[in-house]
């Protein structure tokens, strides 16, 4: 994990990192690794709906079916227009 600013939050090149941190993970089938590494993004933005999304497809990969979706509720409820986390959605849903 990066360094807190001394305002205990992480910088956006941290927050950045960490994004592309937890996508080699789950690249490399560590999804638990990438689950921690997204969270941990959410931690410093919990407005992140690219990290919801994220980790709703790790969640999807581990057979979490239930928990890929919360995500990616939650990624559509911050941001309507993140298409692929609709459709992924929708795809789990059966529309």
Known sequence: MKK????????????????EMGKFYFLNSKYDEAIKEFENV????????EAYFQIGIAKEAKSDIDGAKKMYE?????????????????????L
């Open 4 to 19: 807190n600013n001394p305002d205990g939050n992480f910088s956006s090149k941290d927050e950045t990192d960490m994004m």
């Open 42 to 49: 959410l931690k410093s933005n919990p407005k992140n709906a």
């Open 74 to 94: 939650k990624a559509i409820k911050i941001n309507p227009q993140h298409k692929i986390a609709r459709e992924r959605l929708d795809k789990l849903i059966g």
